[in-house]
């Protein structure tokens, strides 16, 4: 494998939404055009995707948003999201690349925390999460789902 993490471009939406279909197989299929309009305007907000690029080929993504911040100095949070590589592909430390060069993108935005959210029930995700350097105690995280 030729493995290289670059950020998405608007041609990576396709091959995104494959990707996205994996996570989430359950849910319906996305409009590219509606996911190119999310895209450009995500990319305004301080939303970077960045991809696993196999020789042309998406293989795993994730997205980090920069999050402006009042405490802390005024220093931003990075929050990383909608992690995933392709089940062809996991066990060959793509999600490290990816997490790796987000967590190195947050930092050189300013950063002073990475934080990120994943299923309770998702425990091999856990002990990934862990292994590139999170703390899956020092933070309890809620939602509200509608």
């Known amino acids: 494998m030729n493995i290289q993490i670059r950020k998405a471009t608007n041609e990576d939406i396709p091959q995104?939404?494959?990707?996205y279909a994996e996570l989430q197989p359950h849910d319906?299929?996305?409009?590219?055009?509606a996911a190119v309009a999310i895209f450009n305007q995500a990319a305004?907000?301080?939303?970077?995707?960045?991809?696993?690029?196999?020789?042309?080929?998406i293989v795993g993504t994730c997205?980090?948003?920069?999050?402006?911040?009042?405490?802390?100095?005024?220093?931003p949070?990075?929050?990383i999201?909608?992690?995933v590589t392709a089940s062809a592909y996991r066990r060959h430390g793509i999600g490290r690349k990816l997490m790796?060069?987000?967590?190195?993108?947050?930092k050189e935005q300013g950063c002073y925390k990475v934080t990120l959210q994943s299923g309770a029930k998702r425990t091999e995700a856990h002990k990934f999460y862990e292994s590139v350097g999170f703390d899956g105690d020092s933070?309890?995280?809620f939602e509200i789902r509608f």
């Open 100 to 106: 790796n060069e987000a967590t190195l993108y947050a």
């Open 63 to 75: 997205y980090i948003a920069i999050i402006p911040n009042i405490t802390r100095r005024c220093s």
């Open 139 to 141: 933070k309890r995280a």
């Open 81 to 83: 999201e909608n992690v």
């Open 16 to 19: 995104l939404l494959e990707l």
């Open 28 to 33: 319906p299929p996305i409009n590219t055009d």
């Open 77 to 79: 949070i990075g929050f």
């Open 44 to 57: 305004n907000c301080g939303v970077t995707y960045f991809v696993a690029d196999n020789d042309g080929k």
